[in-house]
C-alpha cells in the first residue's frame, strides 16, 4: 500500500487518474494530447501507477490502452476506513466511488489483480466446478478446448445454447469465453425481474478473458468483459458483480475460505 499512497501524493499522477476516470481506456497518446505533460513524462508517471495497481493495462492489436483499477482502493478501504470518522476518510470514499461507478467510455470492464498462488492452481479455479461452484455458484459443462460448447449451471438452472462456446484457452496463461444466455429459468432462479431480464437479453453476447501472468509468488490475473453496446444495462450489472467474484476467487485460492455473494452472476 505504501506504493499506492506515493503514486496519489503526485498531483500529476492525479491527473493522469482524472482523465483516466473521465474517458477510460486511452492511449499514451491520448493522454499526452489531453494534458499539458511531455510524453516521457506521461510514461513514467503511467509506470508509477501501474506498478501501484492503480492503473492497468490491455493491449487491442498494436495499442496498449490503459485503465483504471479500483483493486488497490479496495483494498484500502477494506483496511482502514473503518478506523476513521466519515468526514477524516471521505476522500478515500469519494476516490473509491469514483473508480468503480464511472461509466466507461469503451463499453468494457476490465479488472486486475494479485493473487498468492500459481498458474496452474488459479486455471483450475477458473475451470474446475469444485472451485467455481463455491467462489461463484456456477459450474461450467465443457472440455475447455477452444470452439467446444459450454453449458452453465447457475442458481440451479440449466443454461445451453450452441453460441455459448470456449473462444480461447491457453492453459495457465489465458482462457476466454462466451458469456451465458439470459433465459427465464436463470432469471427466476436469480430473482431478477421479466423487465430486466428482456433488457439483457435484447443485447448482444459479450465475452470475458482471464489473462494470468506469473508476478513472483503470486499471479497477476487480469479479467476483461467487453463485446458490449453503449449504455449496456449487462455491463452496469457486471461491473458490480465482477469485483464480488474476484474477491470471492482470491479469498478461496488464497484461505480455503471463498466470500459469500448475492446473485453475482
Known amino acids: 500500500m505504501d506504493l499506492v499512497f506515493k503514486a496519489l501524493a503526485d498531483p500529476s499522477r492525479r491527473e493522469l487518474l482524472d482523465s483516466l476516470n473521465a474517458r477510460n481506456g486511452q492511449t499514451l497518446r491520448e493522454l499526452c494530447a489531453g494534458l499539458d505533460m511531455a510524453r516521457q513524462s506521461v510514461s513514467k508517471h503511467l509506470a508509477v501507477l501501474e506498478t501501484a495497481e492503480l492503473v492497468t493495462t490491455v493491449r487491442r492489436g498494436r495499442e496498449k490502452l490503459h485503465y483504471l483499477n479500483a483493486a488497490p482502493v479496495n483494498a484500502i478501504a477494506d483496511r482502514w476506513i473503518s478506523r476513521y470518522d466519515r468526514q477524516r476518510a471521505q476522500a478515500l470514499a469519494d476516490l473509491k466511488t469514483a473508480l468503480e461507478q464511472t461509466p466507461m467510455s469503451r463499453p468494457e470492464f476490465v479488472y486486475t489483480t494479485y493473487i498468492n498462488t500459481t498458474p496452474e492452481r488459479l486455471w483450475q479455479a477458473l475451470t474446475d466446478p469444485a472451485f467455481t461452484r463455491r467462489y461463484w455458484g456456477v459450474e461450467f459443462e465443457t472440455d475447455w478446448t477452444a470452439g467446444s460448447p459450454m453449458?452453465?449451471?447457475?442458481?440451479?438452472?440449466?443454461?445451453?445454447?450452441?453460441?455459448?462456446?470456449?473462444?480461447?484457452?491457453?492453459?495457465?496463461?489465458?482462457?476466454?469465453?462466451?458469456?451465458?444466455?439470459?433465459?427465464?429459468?436463470?432469471?427466476?432462479?436469480?430473482?431478477?425481474?421479466?423487465?430486466?431480464?428482456?433488457?439483457?437479453?435484447?443485447?448482444?453476447?459479450?465475452?470475458?478473458?482471464?489473462?494470468?501472468?506469473?508476478?513472483?509468488d503470486a499471479v497477476k490475473l487480469t479479467v476483461i468483459h467487453d463485446g458490449f453496446a453503449p449504455d449496456s444495462a449487462v455491463l452496469s450489472a457486471i461491473n458490480t458483480g465482477w469485483p464480488q467474484i474476484i474477491a470471492s476467487l482470491k479469498s478461496l485460492v488464497e484461505t480455503g475460505d471463498p466470500l459469500h455473494l448475492v446473485n453475482p452472476s
Open 151 to 216: 453449458v452453465w449451471h447457475a442458481e440451479g438452472a440449466r443454461i445451453a445454447d450452441p453460441e455459448q462456446v470456449v473462444i480461447a484457452s491457453q492453459p495457465y496463461t489465458r482462457l476466454s469465453y462466451a458469456w451465458h444466455t439470459f433465459t427465464d429459468d436463470w432469471a427466476k432462479a436469480s430473482g431478477i425481474a421479466e423487465a430486466d431480464r428482456a433488457t439483457f437479453a435484447a443485447e448482444p453476447r459479450s465475452t470475458v478473458t482471464f489473462e494470468l501472468e506469473p508476478a513472483g
